[in-house]
């Protein structure tokens, strides 16, 4: 018995040796039988591969790091979580993921070894947001910062990548005022704080590369808002969109951030991969989004005959030509015969990535090509290139990053201003046909009428806009200390832009066709800037807590010139554009500017505890857009955070919060968005040989505009951050305004470049909610909610009454307003609309404009729903808006012209007592008129848009392997399918105008990974 005991205890002593001795994660990583080698038959030095699968409480982990302790050699997961790697049964495995618990397990002669690895927090507090100088974690930053990744972007059929924003930001606007493929979209980033439009565009910086970030204008008028800067870029090759709101974010790009950063970061390779290739094909149909409702023959007539019954009178050949001369039978929709073509949509990217232990690359390069819905095979097509070199020393000290994006664009939409939108809108149903049986066009009917054939100007017309675009950037930083490292940023930009149209005399009628002559009109932009930024980067530790520190310069010069020439009175068709044939040529514009900007910045961070976090930044500009005395200015913020969560009193007394936040941040940044040289006088030649004349008037005590920006925020999370709540509240006042102030005629100029003692405010709520309503292993759900109410207001105009702003702008009101007369209802006696004329002076001015209605947006956001089953993803985006506008101005009804089914509905045959009598006297067009500038016509125009739609399938794994393929995916992708709205216009985006709306976009396409 005795000998049993003793047995026992022994066996027990080794069983407390093995436990101490080996680490519990290797027991809970047995594989079972199988998996194990014998060690009376494997050598220790002998090499062999081991494989298997890395996964988080998600499922698999593409791109983790394995690698074999002590050593370079090791490998990444691929798209499966899968891994390979030769080893020896001596071997450690480190597995890292950024976010991730490092896990580190023996091999112990397994040849398969899978690994679930834990999070530290979660995944939303640990990714990197770019910052533009710096990159800071989410959880540990101060200022306001929204971020779009690749996933949103790249499956667009979309030109711009501004459009990808749209719904998916708070506090960020983004317009597409018309959808002509390269036209700029509006981007506001938390409201209007200029006075002028042109005030307002925020700086936009492409992989740490300045550009202009105003539109190119000159060319075609389709382009409502100009040429997009940003159109020659490839989506897919875009990383993500960072945009920088408030004063600590801004502050540090002093002037140049006053409304707001836009950062756009380009797609890099990837060390210790191997190469690697991707490539994507998508193609759909595109037709525009929405048509309005418009009279039928039928009820255009009765209308017209309704008119001159009221007025008493017969009609005519010469003024009634629709009700004698024109088919009373013919019906024609014009809107879908002049823009309801369907697009045809192409896009195919390619791309190589991959690098070793030192140096990554990535190589890429795209076609798209987009058909335009007017008639004729007209077309947008861009192709761009992309490359990005980054390499590091084997000691880590030394590090380059070398970034070249180009990209060619061209667009042939008709050389015709946007009144052929608006000319399908107002062409009555039963106007002639536009092409006889033989093919030419039909003119007979039209010439006595006071449209011309629309088919004219299509076949005529034509013109060619093509841009060119090279952005490049080369970052070197070297590490001097453990603590300090000197960093270099050094970018170039070309942006040219070449528009050419011929008009040729065939457009008008035959009866005047040899009155006219053939012309052309040609229009040379170019745009080259390059800036360099040295800087030292200090990181230290201090106390519980790191320091950081930046300090730099920045000498940046832009360089533009804009050319415009027309010509005239070619003798045919063939030499038109030919300015060396032309009987005369004129140079509409001719400049040349040169912009310089210098700078030099700071920024110190410190972080204690990783729960408080303070944030200082300071920025002194230099501009050449002011006068010497006015030249340098002064900008700052500061901005903190603390992390409620860290404490104890919240761990201890709300479990139920994993993650809370609040920070806040005041600062100063400024604004020099003015014209070049408008301090200085101004001189032009004379069309005759030597002579000039002045043109601007000088005004050397002009300086910057200021922008005091304030913000608090609260960010919370709740049960392990399944749903996160961020709040924030902000309020911007601009100052110090940069106008044309007006001058009277008698001074020969009608205005100067000079400061006005305006204060803009902009002030806000801003709400961003992330719920993960279902996570299992194979199904997730996840919700995403951004909601913005904006405030804008001129909160202080001294001595308005002696400005002709008085005219636009109320004290106390936003800036976007209409002033519009009271309207009185229908006149009784005389059936016509009635307005109320406030000094009965018996005319209608602005002394008469007394109602203030607020145009533009009362709130919006977006709301994302992304589920996903094993294979197969779809989300979808809703935008909604709520917003106020005036109705689309049509013309008097009774005159020959269309009017909207809303009109007819409401007219009733003249039996409803709220619509005016139709007539084409001179006293109905004169009550009409007046109303329309009334607030008659003030109506709701809010919008619930499906904006995105997509539905993708990743291919299994394993039969894809067999035939060498890495990946593969199908997706379907479809932008804009429907607009709830009550508002009865074309383009709800822009309401009020004729403009033609965002295509309504169905692609589907193929991704596949070598």
């Known amino acids: 018995?005795?000998?049993?005991?003793?047995?026992?205890?022994?066996?027990?002593?080794?069983?407390?040796?093995?436990?101490?001795?080996?680490?519990?994660?290797?027991?809970?990583?047995?594989?079972?039988?199988?998996?194990?080698?014998?060690?009376?038959?494997?050598?220790?030095?002998?090499?062999?591969?081991?494989?298997?699968?890395?996964?988080?409480?998600?499922?698999?982990?593409?791109?983790?790091?394995?690698?074999?302790?002590?050593?370079?050699?090791?490998?990444f997961t691929d798209a499966n979580g899968e891994y390979s790697l030769l080893v020896n049964n001596k071997d450690t495995l480190v597995y890292s993921y950024l976010g991730y618990h490092t896990r580190e397990l023996a091999v112990l002669g397994r040849t398969n070894l899978d690994v679930e690895m834990q999070s530290e927090v979660t995944e939303l507090q640990e990714v990197e947001v770019n910052a533009g100088y710096y990159t800071v974690k989410e959880k540990e930053r101060t200022g306001s910062i929204s971020r779009v990744t690749a996933a949103d972007i790249e499956l667009q059929p979309i030109v711009s990548p501004l459009e990808a924003l749209q719904g998916r930001m708070a506090g960020v606007e983004v317009v597409q005022n018309n959808g002509i493929p390269g036209n700029a979209p509006l981007i506001r980033i938390r409201g209007q704080n200029s006075l002028r439009d042109d005030g307002n565009f925020p700086l936009y910086i492409i992989d740490g590369m300045p550009i202009n970030s105003t539109p190119i204008d000159g060319g075609n008028n389709f382009y409502l808002s100009g040429v997009d800067p940003?159109?020659?870029?490839?989506?897919?090759?875009?990383?993500?969109?960072?945009?920088?709101?408030?004063?600590?974010?801004?502050?540090i790009y002093g002037s140049r951030g006053a409304n707001g950063v836009v950062l756009v970061t380009t797609k890099k390779g990837n060390y210790r991969r191997k190469t690697e290739i991707e490539a994507r094909w998508y193609s759909g149909l595109g037709q525009v989004s929405n048509k309005e409702d418009l009279l039928s023959t039928e009820q255009y007539l009765a209308i017209r005959k309704t008119a001159l019954q009221n007025d008493g009178r017969q009609p005519d050949e010469f003024s009634d030509y629709d009700l004698l001369l024109w088919n009373q039978h013919r019906y024609t929709d014009w809107q879908e015969v002049l823009f309801g073509g369907t697009s045809q949509i192409m896009d195919f990217n390619v791309a190589a990535s991959g690098g070793n232990g030192t140096t990554s690359f990535?190589?890429?390069?795209?076609?798209?090509?987009?058909?335009?819905?007017?008639?004729?095979?007209?077309?947008?097509?861009?192709?761009?290139?992309?490359?990005?070199?980054?390499?590091?020393?084997?000691?880590?000290?030394?590090?380059?990053?070398?970034?070249?994006?180009?990209?060619?664009?061209?667009?042939?939409?008709?050389?015709?201003?946007?009144?052929?939108?608006?000319?399908?809108?107002?062409?009555?149903?039963?106007?002639?046909k536009l092409k006889n049986e033989d093919g030419s066009l039909h003119w007979e009917e039209w010439e006595y009428s006071q449209w011309d054939n629309p088919y004219a100007a299509i076949l005529y017309r034509n013109s060619s806009d093509v841009g060119h675009n090279l952005i490049a950037n080369l970052g070197l930083s070297y590490q001097l200390f453990h603590s300090?490292?000197?960093?270099?940023?050094?970018?170039?930009?070309?942006?040219?832009?070449?528009?050419?149209?011929?008009?040729?005399?065939?457009?008008?009628?035959?009866?005047?066709?040899?009155?006219?002559?053939?012309?052309?009109?040609?229009?040379?932009?170019?745009?080259?800037?390059?800036?360099?930024?040295?800087?030292?980067?200090?990181?230290?530790?201090?106390?519980?807590?790191?320091?950081?520190?930046?300090?730099?310069?920045?000498?940046?010069?832009?360089?533009?010139?804009n050319l415009i020439v027309t010509g005239e009175g070619f003798v045919s068709t063939a030499l038109i554009g030919d300015l060396a044939a032309a009987q005369s040529v004129n140079i509409i514009n001719n400049e040349i500017k040169r912009y310089k900007y210098n700078a030099v910045f700071a920024r110190f961070g410190y972080n204690h505890d990783q729960r408080y976090f303070i944030n200082l930044t300071g920025r002194r500009d230099g501009s050449s857009r002011f006068g010497p005395n006015k030249r340098f200015a002064n900008f700052w913020a500061i901005g903190g955070a603390w992390i409620l969560s860290g404490e104890n009193f919240v761990k201890q007394n709300l479990p139920f919060i994993s993650f809370g936040k609040f920070r806040g941040s005041y600062g100063i940044t400024g604004s020099d968005q003015i014209g070049d040289y408008g301090y200085m006088d101004a001189y032009e030649a004379t069309a005759g040989p030597n002579g000039i004349y002045p043109t601007q008037l000088t005004n050397p005590n002009y300086s910057w505009e200021e922008n005091k920006k304030l913000e608090t925020t609260l960010e919370l999370g709740f049960l392990n951050d399944r749903i996160t709540l961020g709040s924030s509240w902000y309020r911007n006042r601009s100052s110090n305004q940069l106008v044309g102030y007006p001058l009277p005629s008698i001074t020969g100029f009608?205005?100067?470049?000079?400061?006005?003692?305006?204060?803009?405010?902009?002030?806000?709520?801003?709400?961003?909610?992330?719920?993960?309503?279902?996570?299992?292993?194979?199904?997730?759900w996840q919700t995403f909610l951004n909601l913005t109410i904006p405030k804008n207001k001129l909160l202080s105009f001294p001595d308005i009454e002696q400005t002709s702003y008085a005219n636009i702008y109320r004290i106390g009101h936003p800036l976007n307003i209409r002033l519009l007369y009271e309207y009185e209802g229908v006149d009784p006696e005389t059936g016509l609309y009635r307005v109320n004329d406030v000094n009965e002076d018996g005319q209608y001015d602005f002394n008469d404009a007394i109602v203030v209605k607020k145009l533009g947006r009362e709130y919006f956001?977006?709301?994302?729903?992304?589920?996903?089953?094993?294979?197969?993803?779809?989300?979808?985006?809703?935008?909604?808006?709520?917003?106020?506008?005036?109705?689309?101005?049509?013309?008097?009804?009774?005159?020959?012209?269309?009017?909207?089914?809303?009109?007819?509905?409401?007219?009733?045959?003249?039996?409803?007592?709220?619509?005016?009598?139709?007539?084409?006297?001179?006293?109905?067009?004169?009550?009409?008129?007046?109303?329309?500038?009334?607030?008659?016509?003030?109506?709701?125009?809010?919008?619930?848009?499906?904006?995105?739609?997509?539905?993708?399938?990743?291919?299994?794994?394993?039969?894809?392997?067999?035939?060498?393929?890495?990946?593969?995916?199908?997706?379907?992708?479809?932008?804009?399918?429907?607009?709830?709205?009550?508002y009865n216009s074309l383009n709800v985006e822009n309401p009020g105008n004729a403009t033609l709306p965002a295509l309504k976009t169905l692609t589907l396409g193929v991704q596949i990974n070598l």
């Open 362 to 432: 990535r190589l890429g390069g795209s076609y798209h090509n987009e058909g335009l819905v007017f008639p004729g095979d007209n077309s947008y097509h861009k192709v761009t290139a992309g490359l990005n070199l980054d390499h590091i020393s084997e000691n880590n000290k030394l590090h380059m990053n070398f970034s070249a994006n180009y990209g060619i664009d061209q667009s042939d939409v008709p050389a015709y201003d946007n009144s052929f939108v608006a000319m399908s809108l107002t062409l009555p149903p039963n106007a002639p």
């Open 230 to 251: 940003l159109s020659t870029l490839n989506l897919s090759n875009i990383e993500s969109i960072e945009v920088l709101k408030d004063a600590d974010a801004t502050a």
């Open 1 to 75: 018995m005795k000998n049993n005991l003793e047995y026992r205890g022994v066996i027990r002593l080794c069983l407390l040796y093995i436990c101490f001795l080996v680490p519990p994660p290797y027991f809970a990583h047995f594989p079972h039988g199988h998996c194990f080698n014998s060690f009376s038959t494997l050598d220790t030095q002998q090499q062999y591969q081991i494989s298997g699968t890395v996964t988080d409480s998600y499922g698999p982990m593409p791109g983790v790091h394995v690698l074999i302790k002590g050593s370079n050699t090791g490998t």
């Open 750 to 780: 009608s205005s100067v470049q000079a400061n006005l003692p305006a204060t803009v405010q902009n002030t806000g709520w801003e709400f961003e909610l992330a719920t993960m309503n279902i996570r299992s292993k194979n199904f997730r």
């Open 484 to 561: 300090l490292t000197f960093k270099t940023n050094m970018g170039y930009n070309n942006l040219t832009r070449d528009y050419k149209a011929s008009f040729s005399k065939d457009q008008y009628s035959p009866e005047i066709r040899e009155g006219q002559n053939h012309s052309s009109r040609e229009r040379h932009a170019d745009r080259k800037s390059w800036i360099i930024e040295p800087q030292f980067l200090y990181r230290a530790k201090m106390g519980k807590g790191t320091l950081d520190g930046l300090i730099g310069a920045t000498f940046q010069q832009n360089d533009s010139k």
């Open 861 to 982: 956001g977006g709301l994302t729903n992304k589920f996903s089953y094993k294979g197969m993803e779809l989300r979808f985006l809703w935008e909604f808006v709520k917003q106020s506008a005036l109705e689309r101005e049509t013309s008097l009804p009774g005159y020959k012209a269309m009017q909207t089914a809303q009109f007819f509905n409401e007219w009733q045959y003249g039996q409803n007592n709220n619509v005016q009598t139709v007539s084409e006297s001179f006293d109905a067009g004169t009550a009409y008129y007046n109303a329309l500038f009334s607030e008659r016509f003030f109506t709701d125009a809010s919008f619930l848009r499906l904006r995105t739609l997509s539905l993708s399938y990743d291919l299994p794994a394993k039969p894809l392997k067999d035939i060498g393929l890495k990946g593969c995916s199908l997706f379907l992708q479809a932008q804009n399918l429907f607009t709830l709205t009550d």
